[in-house]
């Protein structure tokens, strides 16, 4: 490590010391105690350990106790302040401080979320003003601070490296050592006893103490002894002898010679320095950006129970006569599963048919109809024949559990393609046709054969799109737009040509560049009379650099875990809805539906997000916002992890995109659109976080509790190997339920959904992350993913209050049900 241990500027039993725009932070360095710094101008980058943290204004970062770390202006007139508390106090009032680890940093919340750190800036503030303006003893406010950071923003320290390699192990045994003898050093403390104490060589213990720390066990011993004596020679009005020995010396002579070494000075001489110059509670020399943020943060007030209790509260009272509005359930109409052979799968079919028991679904979504695997395209004696065998088994099927496809016309069969271009692992091919008569024959042949055997009233119900995606980096369509644009003229037309009433649309806007080929789509079927009765795009929040990473593939297979993913702010889902919309509606009337085809958080395959509680609260998020209106129906990806684009791996939880694993395991996710199906058909009262609705006499209560990705996360800078430790800081919430003019009898069932309960995914992290379950586990594992259920019967006489407590990613449904005689 040789980081260079420096003893910062505040003395032992001074609690808090403040210090603004330190020239010596630039240099690699660690110390005792806590520092927190607070940018009041400028940028500023901070390098802890190897990580890199860029600052801007008004940010907040904490460095734990002897973390080396420097600091590192970016641009002229940048300006911080230094907040820096001592470890001594803190372990007086705080007996784990050494086993904690504090994580404050403000920019990992969006700037419309920084009401936690906002409560750190005025108590650092207040904290600045008792110390150098009010004369008032600082210790009550630097434990105010100390008390709020503990309860808020720690955690146990053997957390944050779980699996450690030999050389930390190096760097947690000197940190031991610096902590022991932050505690001892008053006493007869050596190197020798400790080694006895922890059953280690003391030369091994010297040798990397001095690798560590940069001097030898000794040499720091003496220093932190200095520095305190140091505190009581300017504090106290006692003898030097005294000041020695309460110190940690051995007698007076040695003291002396140890001052006169770091000082060049006597004891009695440095007392003098100090009583001639200025009171050391004056207070530092200040700029103008530092004194206006204390100034203004110092004015705030704060309340107990925002510094005692972690939790958000809200109060909810409603008539439940009152006049609502009609529900929009733009969740329930649309399905996505992958491609057309996963229906294939038993055990895909299986889970399909237990989802529409719980989940109303429309519409089933699906791909690759034409790819190699179903077998389509035969060779006879005549030359080539159609053979829909195994789409009618899919079709049947979807027949059989009352649910309608909507069928993505694609890919490319490999006898009819001009290119070999090929993606997804099933190499579904993405090159225009060589013939356009192939295809037309193609695609006559497959809607005639629907019609025939499901007749023109059933088809007519359907959704037919004409391709998947639209061309963009030649990922999905190795053709040119032009190309793209006249397939689907051509096909448009025939479709429409055996019935007008069949349902046809383009693919879908994936928004992987800023310009949008969809819309060059609309223009052009207008221009040309192109039939199109329905758009559609796909939403997700990752993105990438889709030209880095096709220079990346096209010499090797694709691994989705390479790819250098970011992510887009929380409210991307609805911002897409709203201007996509409008860009509709500037082309056609309400005529051409608008429809989300695939949307998740992402579709990467890999991302664990996928599997925890959080995915539960950002689907009821988007889905319960008002810009969800704005789509005719907004389409999951996907119903299960059962998909054939990508790589199925061992694990039973490996962060694919559905909302059952490939064991049939439900995931929080699954449950999100089991309680958005509860909700009445009237809305009556709607807020951040809850929604009240009425169906009849019954009354549907939905509060959840979202918290998006921090903002290291979204931009690709760090990700936490604890999964959840990657979102924004945020609070438990408490919810005051009172409705009013409520009479008669009531059937009250509340479903509580988080992490703790109905959460699979963090069942099996506490289990040991198996890779391989037994079917007792299995079995289990699916137990444990219902939400804790709890029923009651209660008499209503005008009203009914009752509390929720919903922890940070959680749901509480409560559906009360009118009983009758």
Avoid at 238 to 257: P, Q, R, V, W
Avoid at 469 to 481: A, K, N, Q, R
Avoid at 563 to 590: C, D, G, W
Avoid at 596 to 619: C, G, K
Wanted: aromatic share 12%.
């Amino acid at each position: 490590m040789n980081y260079s241990l420096n003893h910062i500027p505040y003395l032992p039993g001074c609690p808090a010391y403040f210090t603004f725009d330190e020239d010596h932070a630039e240099q690699f360095h660690q110390h005792s105690g806590l520092e927190l710094i607070w940018l009041t101008a400028g940028r500023l980058k901070v390098t802890i350990q190897r990580q890199d943290y860029d600052l801007n204004d008004n940010d907040l970062l904490l460095i734990n106790h002897l973390e080396p770390h420097c600091v590192t202006p970016q641009v002229p007139d940048t300006h911080f302040i230094l907040v820096h508390l001592d470890s001594l106090f803190l372990s007086n009032y705080h007996p784990d401080f050494y086993d904690l680890h504090f994580d404050v940093r403000s920019f990992r919340n969006s700037e419309d979320n920084q009401k936690a750190y906002d409560i750190i800036r005025i108590l650092l503030s207040q904290l600045f003003n008792s110390i150098y303006h009010t004369n008032h003893q600082e210790h009550q406010e630097v434990l105010r601070l100390s008390g709020y950071l503990t309860s808020r923003f720690t955690r146990p320290a053997h957390q944050i490296d779980p699996d450690t390699p030999s050389s930390s192990q190096d760097v947690s045994i000197v940190r031991q050592i610096l902590n022991r003898v932050e505690w001892d050093f008053k006493g007869k403390i050596t190197l020798n006893e400790i080694a006895r104490e922890t059953h280690y060589n003391s030369s091994y213990l010297s040798d990397i103490f001095r690798k560590n720390v940069g001097v030898t066990f000794k040499t720091y011993l003496e220093q932190i002894r200095i520095q305190f004596s140091l505190y009581l020679l300017q504090s106290q009005n006692t003898s030097i002898m005294n000041i020695a020995l309460s110190s940690g010396f051995s007698d007076e002579k040695s003291y002396y010679k140890a001052i006169k070494r770091e000082f060049d000075a006597t004891p009695i001489q440095l007392k003098r320095r100090w009583q001639e110059s200025s009171s050391p509670t004056d207070a530092p020399c200040m700029r103008a950006a530092h004194e206006a943020k204390i100034h203004d943060y110092a004015s705030q007030l704060i309340e107990s129970c925002m510094l005692e209790k972690n939790t958000l509260q809200v109060s909810i009272v409603k008539d439940i006569q009152s006049e609502g509005y009609k529900l929009k359930p733009v969740w329930s109409k649309m399905m996505n599963i992958g491609s057309a052979n996963t229906l294939l799968n038993q055990n895909m079919r299986d889970q399909i048919k237990e989802m529409t028991e719980d989940i109303p679904i429309e519409y089933i979504r699906f791909e690759g109809i034409f790819n190699q695997e179903m077998d389509i395209i035969q060779k006879d004696q005549g030359g080539l024949k159609f053979n829909w065998k195994f789409v009618n088994h899919i079709l049947d099927y979807l027949q059989d559990i009352e649910v309608k496809p909507f069928i993505c016309l694609s890919y490319m069969p490999l006898a009819f393609a001009s290119k070999s271009t090929s993606f997804f692992n099933y190499q579904g091919n993405t090159s225009p046709p060589k013939k356009m008569s192939q295809w037309l024959a193609l695609v006559q042949s497959f809607i005639t054969n629907c019609i025939n055997r499901y007749g023109l009233d059933s088809v007519s119900t359907w959704y037919v799109q004409i391709w998947t995606e639209f061309p963009v980096y030649d990922i999905h369509w190795s053709g040119t737009l032009e190309q793209y644009f006249e397939l689907y003229r051509q096909t448009a037309l025939l479709i429409k040509g055996i019935s007008p009433t069949i349902k046809v649309g383009p693919a879908a806007e994936n928004f992987h560049t800023n310009d949008q080929p969809s819309e060059r789509l609309l223009e052009f079927c207008q221009d040309h009379a192109v039939p199109i009765d329905f758009y559609s795009c796909n939403i997700y929040h990752n993105r990438i650099n889709f030209i880095e990473w096709r220079e990346r593939s096209s010499a090797d297979k694709v691994d989705i875990q390479s790819i250098p993913f970011q992510y887009e702010s929380k409210n991307h889902t609805k911002h897409v809805l709203v201007r996509t919309h409008r860009m509709l509606r500037t082309h056609y009337a309400e005529d051409v539906e608008f429809i989300v085809t695939r949307w998740n958080l992402s579709w990467d395959v890999t991302n664990s997000l996928h599997d925890t509680a959080f995915m539960s609260t950002f689907i009821i998020d988007n889905m319960l916002d008002e810009s969800a209106a704005n789509a005719g129906a907004i389409g999951f990806l996907s119903a299960s992890d059962i998909l054939y684009e990508w790589d199925i791996k061992n694990a039973p939880f490996y962060g694919g995109t559905g909302l059952v694993n490939t064991e049939g395991i439900k995931k929080s996710a699954y449950y999100a659109f089991v309680f958005l199906s509860k909700l009445g058909g009237l809305v009556i009262a709607k807020g951040k976080n809850y929604i009240i609705t009425r169906q009849g006499d019954n009354i549907q209560i939905l509060v959840y509790n979202h918290t998006y990705l921090n903002q290291l996360y979204v931009r690709g800078q760090q990700q936490e190997q604890q999964i959840y430790h990657n979102f924004e800081e945020s609070s438990d919430l408490s919810v005051d339920i009172h409705l009013q003019n409520i009479y008669g009898t009531y059937k009250c069932k509340q479903y509580s959904l988080n992490q703790a309960h109905g959460s699979a995914y963090d069942e099996w992290v506490r289990m040991g992350e198996y890779v391989d379950l037994n079917d007792e586990e299995t079995e289990y594992l699916k137990n444990i993913s219902r939400p804790v259920l709890r029923i009651r019967q209660v008499v209503l006489k005008g009203e009914f209050q009752f509390p929720l407590h919903v922890p940070v990613h959680g749901i509480e449904c409560v559906t009360m049900n009118k009983l009758y005689n």
